[in-house]
Structure formats: structure tokens, C-alpha cells
């Protein structure tokens, strides 16, 4: 049987043994290998797409050639002035490329890279911030006078002055320290120029009365005031008097300095309080508290607000206002002062509704309140009426569910003489809204009355 085998794309068919017509087959697959396959003359072989020789071995050769013009002429790996070499970044999302530049410097990501023995490093190429450090440069006996900066303010222990500094190199406004010269002795009475600072002279004991003029004027750092006169001698020891009018002297227990005076001039119901700069001022009192210009003071109107009531008060209820109709529908819920009538529709639009099973509802009322513990209770007055042969009942409120913590007692008694009594077989269960019990005798028009725990507050209340 022939074997089909497949040559740079193309198929052949290669007959077995015993095969007939098979010379056209062999014929064209020989030809083909002799102009498909790489011969050792060389000579042009073009492919058609990459080689791969697979993870084991790869190849060996005397040298690799660009196809770049102009490649080098020996090497391992010939390429022309415009070939690269390339690695991929870390961070795979460029390749940086070795290569050379203009210059034949070489080039890594377009950078010049120094070269050790040649003399590549040119003045461009360094940074004028590069901060080269001195014991790198080679400059010993190289630097110049005119290679020193006018302004250098080069350190005198820097300089090898010792002997050689003449009077001629001294300025005439060198302003040298006395410490630093060698006068001892040396200074002449001729030497004197002006005013000598009485701290330099040594006159301790020495001064006579004939030395002290008559209009002699001692300063206040001497003890004396500087003045001639008691007046001006007191504003010499008193502060400025400069926009001090009407002003009077204070003492903070170390200095002394010029403050308002309190005047009895002050606006009805104002107060005098210290501001800032610990003065007295005349102030209007705000707030929560108003003060008469009799000095009487009072709450102002509406300014108590919850926050500002102690949790522990103990407020008696004849002080609280516990109108309804001035409290907001959600407060006067909270308190139980709010009433819900049945099929009268409230919050959302939700109606307090009546539904039963032997019954109907003829009016209701309820009244939801908070306890202290946070539960919701519901206080509630029912009238309906039972169908004749009904001996049970149960009724569902709507928008409650009721707590069945400990069966809770609803009271039901009979507007046709019947006498009412406690339903001990009545509850409410968890998560449900209905409540049952038995009708007994004469219930036939029965008023239901209780104060029931709740799971929630009721949805139609505000």
C-alpha cells in the first residue's frame, strides 16, 4: 500500500512494493527534494516560515551574517552599523537595544556606554550636577590663580600665610579684633579719638565733684531719669502715654502697662465680660439665657431642645405638655397618645382593616405605644358581631403580628347580657396577625378589648 508524505506543503505518494504506476509519483518527490532541501554547496534557500529545532539542541556554526548592507568582515555574529542586538524589558512592553551610534560609541537603549581605556568621556557628557568628587580628578599642582573664583571665600587655614601677610595687605576697614593685636603697653594718650565709653576707663574713686557739670542729666540705666524736670522725669519712667487718654495704669506683677479704664456708662442688658485681651467690654448676652436690665435672667423661648435634658431629670408629667395635637403623629405613637381607628387609612395609606372568620367587624380602635424596653404593644376596643351558629372566631388585624411569648388574654363580654370573661384559651402566634378564641354563650354581639405584645410596630402607624 502507498504511503502519502508531504514535502514544504506539498504531498507526494511513495508506492509499496508491488505497486504499479508509480513512476510519475517517485519522479516529481525526487525532483522536489532536489530543489526543496538545504545541500552542502550552499547556495540561496529561502523559507517560507521560522525553524524551530526545539528545546534540545540548537546550531552550531563558524559565523552568523545580517542581511544588512555593509555587514563586518570577521565575527562570530556579522551585523552592519544599523543592527541591534535585543532584550526584552522586565517589565515586557519595549525591547532595549546594543548597538552603536554615530560615533562608533557603543549603545545600550540608546545610551552611551564608557569604554575602559578610551578616552570616549567627553565634557557634554557630564552632568552639570554630577557632584564628581575631588579625589577623583586629577589636579594636584594644575589649578591656576585665574582658575580660583573672586568670590571663592577660600578658608584662611587653607592658605600658607605664616610670615608673609605685610601692612600693605591689611584694609583700612579690616576692622581686626583687639584680641588679635599686640598693643600692650602701646597705646598713647595721642591715640584717643573722641568720646571714650566711660565701661572702658577705670575711674572707680577717681571722680571729684568739680568734675561733674551743673546741668549733668544722669539716664535712667544710671538710676536717674534723664530729666530736669518732675513731670517730664515721671513720663520717663512711665510707659508711653501715646493714645493712652483716659487710660489707667496696670500691673501684671512684673511690668507695668496703660489699660481701660471700667466706665459706669454701660447699655441696657448688656454684661461686661473680659475678651481676649483680659478688658472688661460691654457685651450684648446670646444664647439660650436673656437678662433684663433689671439683672433678672431667664431661659430664652424654645431654645431647650432634647440633648439638654439629664437622662435621670425625673421631669413630673404636670410639666409636660402631652397633647397629641401638639406632638407629630410618630411622637404621639410612641407615647400611646395617638389613636388609629379601623378602615381609616394612615401612614402609607395603610388602613388598620378588620377581617374574620364567623365575624364582622362593626368599629375599632387602637391605640401603639413603645415600652422603655423597646417592644411594641397595641392596645385595641373591637365591636362586631358573630354569625348565629358560630361557636368560634378568629379575627385578623392588619399590619401587626402578634407576640406569643406567654398566650396572651384577650377580654371579650356581650352587649346582649352576656357577662364578659377572659378568653384563657386565646393567643397570638409568632409572625401571624390573627387572633382566635371561643365564642361561649351570649356572644352573640361581642366587644373584644385588650393590651397584647407585638412582634414590630404596626405598619399603618406613623
Given at each position: 500500500?502507498?504511503?502519502?508524505v ?9 508506492p ?15 525532483i522536489a527534494?532536489?530543489?526543496a ?8 534557500f ?6 524551530d ?10 559565523y552568523?551574517?545580517?542581511k ?5 568582515a570577521?565575527?562570530?555574529v556579522?551585523l552592519?552599523?544599523?543592527d ?5 524589558n522586565?517589565?515586557n512592553g519595549?525591547d ?12 545600550f537603549?540608546?545610551v ?5 581605556g ?19 580628578l586629577a589636579l594636584t599642582g594644575?589649578?591656576l590663580?585665574?582658575?580660583v573664583?573672586a568670590s571663592a571665600a577660600?578658608?584662611?587655614s587653607?592658605?600658607a600665610?605664616t610670615?608673609?601677610?605685610v ?5 583700612a576697614?579690616?576692622?581686626?579684633a583687639y584680641?588679635k593685636l599686640?598693643l600692650?603697653?602701646?597705646i ?5 579719638a573722641?568720646?571714650?565709653a566711660?565701661?572702658k576707663l577705670?575711674?572707680s ?6 568734675d ?8 535712667i540705666t544710671?538710676?536717674?531719669t ?5 513731670n ?11 493714645s493712652?487718654s ?11 502697662s496703660?489699660?481701660?479704664?471700667l466706665?459706669?456708662?454701660l ?9 481676649v485681651?483680659n478688658?472688661a ?11 433684663s ?13 432634647n ?5 435621670s ?9 402631652l397633647?397629641?395635637?401638639n ?7 410612641t ?21 374574620g372568620?364567623n365575624f364582622?367587624a362593626t368599629?375599632?380602635?387602637?391605640i401603639?405605644?413603645k415600652?422603655q ?12 358581631s358573630?354569625s348565629?351558629?358560630a361557636?368560634?372566631s378568629?379575627v ?13 388574654a384577650?377580654l371579650?363580654?356581650s352587649?346582649t ?8 384559651t386565646?393567643y ?10 371561643a ?20 405598619t399603618?402607624?406613623y
Amino acid at each position: 500500500m502507498s504511503t502519502s508524505v508531504t514535502l514544504n506543503g506539498t504531498s507526494y505518494t511513495i508506492p509499496a512494493l508491488a505497486d504499479a504506476s508509480w513512476g510519475t509519483n517517485v519522479a516529481n518527490y525526487l525532483i522536489a527534494i532536489s530543489t526543496a532541501v538545504l545541500q552542502k554547496s550552499g547556495g540561496t534557500f529561502t523559507l517560507t516560515a521560522e525553524i524551530d529545532f526545539g528545546a534540545t539542541y540548537g546550531l552550531k556554526a563558524a559565523y552568523l551574517k545580517s542581511k544588512t548592507a555593509n555587514i563586518a568582515a570577521a565575527g562570530a555574529v556579522r551585523l552592519a552599523k544599523t543592527d541591534t542586538v535585543r532584550f526584552r524589558n522586565n517589565a515586557n512592553g519595549a525591547d532595549l537595544a546594543l548597538g552603536i551610534d554615530g560615533t562608533d560609541r557603543l549603545t545600550f537603549n540608546s545610551v552611551v556606554l564608557a569604554t575602559a581605556g578610551v578616552a570616549s568621556i567627553v565634557n557634554a557628557d557630564i552632568s552639570a550636577s554630577a557632584a564628581i568628587a575631588y579625589s577623583k580628578l586629577a589636579l594636584t599642582g594644575a589649578i591656576l590663580n585665574a582658575d580660583v573664583s573672586a568670590s571663592a571665600a577660600i578658608a584662611y587655614s587653607k592658605l600658607a600665610l605664616t610670615g608673609s601677610i605685610v601692612n600693605a595687605d591689611v584694609s583700612a576697614s579690616a576692622a581686626i579684633a583687639y584680641s588679635k593685636l599686640a598693643l600692650t603697653g602701646a597705646i598713647l594718650n595721642a591715640d584717643l579719638a573722641g568720646s571714650i565709653a566711660y565701661s572702658k576707663l577705670s575711674l572707680s574713686g577717681s571722680i571729684a565733684t568739680a568734675d561733674l557739670a551743673a546741668a549733668m542729666l544722669v539716664p535712667i540705666t544710671k538710676g536717674g531719669t534723664g530729666e530736669t524736670t518732675a513731670n517730664a522725669a515721671l513720663n520717663a519712667l512711665l510707659p508711653s502715654q501715646a493714645s493712652a487718654s483716659g487710660k489707667v495704669l496696670s500691673s501684671d506683677g512684673t511690668t507695668t502697662s496703660w489699660a481701660s479704664a471700667l466706665t459706669s456708662t454701660l447699655t441696657s442688658t448688656n454684661i461686661f465680660v473680659g475678651n481676649v485681651s483680659n478688658v472688661a467690654t460691654s457685651v450684648a448676652m446670646t444664647g439660650d439665657v436673656t437678662i433684663s436690665n433689671a439683672g433678672v435672667t431667664a431661659i430664652a423661648s424654645g431654645v431647650i431642645v432634647n440633648a439638654d435634658v439629664s437622662a435621670s431629670a425625673a421631669i413630673v408629667s404636670t410639666k409636660l405638655d402631652l397633647d397629641p395635637t401638639n406632638m407629630s403623629n410618630a411622637a404621639a405613637t410612641t407615647l400611646g397618645r395617638k389613636q388609629y381607628l379601623w378602615d381609616v387609612a394612615y401612614n402609607g395609606s395603610i388602613t388598620p382593616s378588620l377581617s374574620g372568620t364567623n365575624f364582622t367587624a362593626t368599629r375599632g380602635v387602637f391605640i401603639p405605644y413603645k415600652m422603655q424596653d423597646g417592644t411594641w404593644h397595641l392596645r385595641a376596643n373591637i365591636k362586631g358581631s358573630l354569625s348565629a351558629a358560630a361557636t368560634s372566631s378568629s379575627v385578623a388585624l392588619n399590619g401587626v403580628v402578634f407576640k406569643n411569648a406567654s398566650r396572651q388574654a384577650i377580654l371579650a363580654y356581650s352587649q346582649t347580657g352576656g357577662a364578659g370573661k377572659a378568653m384563657t384559651t386565646a393567643y397570638a402566634i409568632p409572625n401571624d396577625n390573627n387572633m382566635y378564641w371561643a365564642s361561649g354563650a351570649n356572644m352573640d354581639d361581642p366587644i373584644y378589648s385588650f393590651d397584647v405584645e407585638l412582634e414590630s410596630k404596626p405598619t399603618w402607624a406613623y
